[in-house]
């Protein structure tokens, strides 16, 4: 799936790509990003901070309880 996430530094969407993985997430945008555990480490935070953005402290939980969601209700990787 596709999050779009604005960019002060660059003043549109930028578009990250995110799969659900078996132990957590799968997080790119251009070069940087990769495997990333429940909470969005390191991957996704590695994307956020190569742009400058800003983000809540509890943004690392809220993903955690999206995968765990996604886990007890048996969806699919592919969704």
């Given at each position: 799936m596709n999050l779009a996430v604005y960019s002060r530094r660059w003043g549109h969407n930028e578009n990250y790509n995110i799969t659900l993985t078996e132990t957590g997430w799968n997080i790119f945008f251009l070069q940087t990003g990769g495997n990333s555990d429940r909470q969005g480490a390191p991957g996704f935070f590695e994307c956020l901070n190569h742009d400058s953005i800003n983000y809540p402290a509890a943004l690392g939980q809220y993903l955690e309880w999206l995968?765990?969601?996604?886990?007890?209700?048996n969806m699919s990787v592919a969704a």
């Open positions: 995968w765990n969601i996604a886990h007890d209700q």
